[in-house]
């Protein structure tokens, strides 16, 4: 069982930066792939970013790649999601969630969910 909380979320400019947080409950964190998602008003949740259970491979949505870093530490629980370049169209309710299958961009392959946090970008 891992519970998970998202932090970080905010208002900001077209242009500047945003780092998003996921704090992981449980001692088995680092046996689960992780993942950012998010979902726009009236869309469907799709996949941002994974990675793998030791942080050493990464997958990113085209629409992020070259703007968004995901990472991780497991001595602490953590991942992150850092946003730099943010534009109008990253505005959405981001999750952050876990999975036992490697580096899944699938929402049905993801097992934990935390409750999201808003991030919206101002044009």
């Known amino acids: 069982q891992v519970q998970l909380v998202e932090s970080g979320g905010g208002l900001v400019q077209a242009g500047g930066s945003l780092r998003l947080s996921c704090a992981a409950s449980?001692?088995?964190?680092?046996?689960?792939?992780m993942g950012w998602f998010r979902q726009a008003p009236g869309k469907d949740r799709e996949f941002v970013a994974a990675?793998?259970?030791?942080?050493?491979?990464?997958s990113y949505a085209d629409s992020v790649k070259g703007r968004f870093t995901i990472s991780r530490d497991n001595a602490k629980n953590m991942v992150y999601l850092q946003m730099n370049s943010l534009k109008p169209e990253d505005t959405a309710v981001y999750y952050c969630a876990a999975t036992t299958n490697y580096l899944g961009t699938i929402v049905r392959t993801y097992d934990y969910w935390g409750q999201g946090t808003q991030v919206t970008v101002s044009s």
């Open positions: 449980g001692r088995t964190f680092s046996s689960y792939g």
């Open positions: 990675i793998s259970r030791g942080g050493g491979s990464t």
